[in-house]
């Protein structure tokens, strides 16, 4: 079938829609174009379900169908002739649509309002970036575990409070950021789960009298399933507030990690070299190398957290169902997940080049005031109450002078034996720690081979969201039926 292009001087009359001298108020196309190919996807889902349910002839599919492609083509190629009059990405796509088929471009809309096709391109969309942020953050555990693979014999001191505490290893301090990514990935899975639903058919509120089948949308776009309640359905954004979220979470664990290096790259620590991959140079003092993208690291932190405080202030007391105030839904999310993977990206790029002053973390590791809970526990194992000994170690430490030695020990209680030397030694102190999860190379090496295995099965859920995306390019491409 032959498509009708009407010519580029003689616009077919653009979708009715309200007019206002306040229409640039009005406009959401600067921050929703974006969904552009979403909403191609979509529509294309929708008339060939119109068709299938006999409201469409299988030559006005066809026509709308390919008219859809060749807007999408045009978008991709900078010929889209984008008008800001129209407000939003689906007006504007609708009023091309009729310019090139004339009144069969009108019909796209049948069964249909912006209410449930944005929220559908919000849902499209939204699938594809969980699966970015779960690619950048698979990418940041897998390069902490291999720093944390060489070294997991290096010492250190784990800290409380900023204080050092007891000793540790690097390995082991490291994995401890891989843990909380972990939980990331996780919750943005279970946000996806939610997510995975298609509102379409859902109508202004009320559907449609049309004899529509929402299952069959859904299941041609990658949905689990369609929506159970018409109202819920175009006014539900619970999607956006969890991705928000995670992404605030996201952006808090990157900041303490950034915050980490920051004072390891101190002068007050030095356990980190000056390294190209953290930052730059100091514009007036050529002895210093700023740690620029770990202190930026920390501050995305707070404009996430922001991007989250400004979508639930907009969800907040909202009546159902649709309401405009929804329009300001989607800037808050756009910048929250860019600023997540710029991060992600950044710190991918960083990690790996981090090089630690060994040495130097051995020895602040050597500060046996870290062994104090040891030498509680001595106590503990010869029958001393915990408390009493807790107490006890106080005491020694504040009257001591700084003295931590076998013989000092047993001159202030005599409950300290001979083998209470074998207690002041870092090394073996670690070594203990080996319960599952603890800090002990032996322990830290089985706590390796788990994040190996749950990388594997991180990159498996992975490959199943990456095919819902493929499949929305087959869709704008006519690669997929």
Not at 38 to 67: F, N, R, T
Not at 199 to 206: I, M, S, T, W
Not at 213 to 236: E, H, T, W, Y
Not at 326 to 348: R, W, Y
Request: proline share 5%; net charge negative; aromatic share 6%.
């Amino acid at each position: 079938m032959t498509m009708t292009v009407a010519p580029r001087g003689k616009r077919e009359a653009p979708p009715r829609h309200v007019r206002s001298p306040a229409w640039r108020f009005l406009s959401s196309l600067p921050v929703d174009r974006r969904l552009y190919r979403y909403d191609i996807a979509g529509s294309i889902a929708h008339v060939e379900m119109l068709g299938a349910c006999g409201i469409l002839s299988p030559e006005d599919v066809k026509s709308l169908v390919q008219g859809l492609r060749e807007i999408c083509h045009e978008i991709e190629s900078g010929d889209f002739p984008w008008r800001e009059d129209l407000e939003d990405v689906h007006t504007n796509i609708e009023a091309r649509l009729t310019e090139l088929l004339g009144p069969t471009g009108a019909k796209v809309h049948t069964a249909r309002s912006r209410n449930d096709q944005v929220a559908l391109d919000e849902r499209l969309w939204l699938r594809e970036a969980i699966a970015r942020v779960q690619s950048g953050v698979l990418q940041l555990q897998g390069v902490i575990a291999d720093l944390a693979a060489q070294h997991v014999d290096t010492l250190m001191p784990g800290y409380t409070h900023l204080q050092r505490a007891q000793p540790v290893t690097l390995a082991h301090h490291l994995l401890a950021h891989f843990w909380r990514l972990a939980r990331d990935f996780d919750r943005l899975t279970d946000t996806h789960h939610r997510a995975n639903i298609s509102p379409l058919g859902a109508g202004a509120l009320a559907g449609t009298t049309l004899p529509i089948d929402p299952a069959k949308v859904a299941q041609r776009l990658g949905f689990a399933a369609a929506f159970d309640n018409s109202i819920d359905a175009v006014s539900d954004r619970d999607y956006f507030a969890e991705f928000v979220f995670d992404l605030a979470l996201i952006a808090v664990h990157l900041s303490s990690l950034g915050e980490e290096f920051v004072q390891w790259a101190s002068s007050e620590f030095a356990f980190l070299e000056p390294s190209e991959g953290l930052g730059g140079g100091s514009s007036l003092m050529p002895q210093k190398r700023n740690p620029d993208v770990a202190e930026l690291a920390r501050a995305k932190a707070a404009r996430v957290t922001g991007d989250l405080v400004s979508l639930l202030a907009t969800l907040k007391s909202l009546p159902l169902a649709y309401n405009r105030d929804l329009q300001e839904d989607k800037a808050p999310v756009f910048d929250a997940a860019s600023q997540v993977l710029e991060t992600l990206e950044a710190l991918v790029a960083a990690v790996p080049s981090l090089r630690f002053d060994v040495a130097r973390m051995a020895d602040a590791a050597g500060d046996l005031r870290t062994l104090a809970t040891d030498l509680a526990e001595y106590l503990v194992v010869r029958g001393v109450p915990f408390r009493e000994a807790h107490e006890a170690i106080a005491k020694f430490l504040a009257t001591s002078g700084g003295k931590m030695t076998a013989k000092a020990l047993r001159e202030f209680d005599a409950r300290f034996g001979k083998n209470v030397g074998e207690v002041l030694d870092p090394r073996t102190s670690l070594a203990r720690r080996n319960r599952p999860g603890g800090p002990a190379p032996e322990a830290v090496r089985i706590q390796l081979a788990k994040t190996r295995d749950l990388i594997g099965l991180e990159k498996y859920s992975l490959s199943k969201h990456a095919e819902q995306v493929d499949l929305i390019d087959k869709i704008v491409k006519g690669e997929s039926k």
